[in-house]
T-cell receptor
Framework: AQSVTQLDSHVSVSEGTPVLLRCNYS??????LFWYVQHPNKGLQLLLK??????LVKGINGFEAEFKKSETSFHLTKPSAHMSDAAEYFC????????????FGAGTRLTVKP | GAVVSQHPSWVICKSGTSVKIECRSL??????MFWYRQFPKQSLMLMAT?????????EQGVEKDKFLINHASLTLSTLTVTSAHPEDSSFYIC?????????????FGPGTRLLVL
């Protein structure tokens, strides 16, 4: 079985400051990991994905995430938050050989203060 | 590329009526599509996996007779909520896989908000 835990339900940062959204995973094999962003009343947009290549993954809009097997973590970071980053973020784990079974975290709501 | 659309984007209906939601892959062929539902302030829950030309596979606890899924072509899957009730009100999101490989990324549609009165 596989699962993800997003450690913070809500993160608030000031514009221009760094963003850290935490995600820990549980999997019996080396998983595929994803971060998706969802703006209000919108669908999900893929930010980045890890599929056993480089452990530091760069995504869109300046986001990146680092896969740390020893810590079973896949935290999402951005050096400088922008107002447009305010949204809900989901960490997702799946079997790399069969992503029919994607398990979503509970989500982290990011608020960006001016 | 890899754009998925849904129609309608939102719908309000009376209790007891049926509602059909379409999911289309606009610029690629999707042999597999997925249907999720998301309740307010909650995460996405997979409802069913839809394979082109065959019956959908439903997750445990999802009534297949209530949520009818049809995947008649490589670019279109439909979800019909039959005899909708207020508890069916939710945000329904579909996704499509880029190719027949199960290792490919899922791309998500913009969602359909259903409100049953």
């Amino acid at each position: 079985a596989q699962s993800v835990t997003q450690l913070d339900s809500h993160v608030s940062v000031s514009e221009g400051t760094p963003v850290l959204l935490r995600c820990n995973y549980s999997s019996s094999y080396s998983p595929s990991l994803f971060w998706y962003v969802q703006h209000p009343n919108k669908g999900l947009q893929l930010l980045l994905k890890y599929t056993s290549a480089a452990t530091l993954v760069k995504g869109i809009n300046g986001f990146e995430a680092e896969f740390k097997k020893s810590e079973t973590s896949f935290h999402l970071t951005k050096p400088s938050a922008h107002m447009s980053d305010a949204a809900e973020y989901f960490c997702v784990v799946s079997d790399p050989y069969n992503n029919n079974d994607m398990r979503f975290g509970a989500g982290t709501r990011l608020t960006v203060k001016p | 590329g890899a754009v998925v659309s849904q129609h309608p984007s939102w719908v309000i209906c009376k209790s007891g009526t049926s509602v059909k939601i379409e999911c289309r892959s606009l610029d690629f062929q999707a042999t597999t599509m997925f249907w999720y539902r998301q309740f307010p302030k909650q995460s996405l829950m997979l409802m069913a996996t839809s394979n082109e030309g065959s019956k959908a596979t439903y997750e445990q606890g999802v009534e297949k007779d209530k949520f009818l899924i049809n995947h008649a072509s490589l670019t279109l899957s439909t979800l019909t909520v039959t005899s909708a009730h207020p508890e069916d009100s939710s945000f329904y999101i579909c996704s499509a896989r880029l190719a027949s490989s199960s290792t490919e990324t899922q791309y998500f549609g913009p969602g359909t908000r259903l409100l049953v009165l």
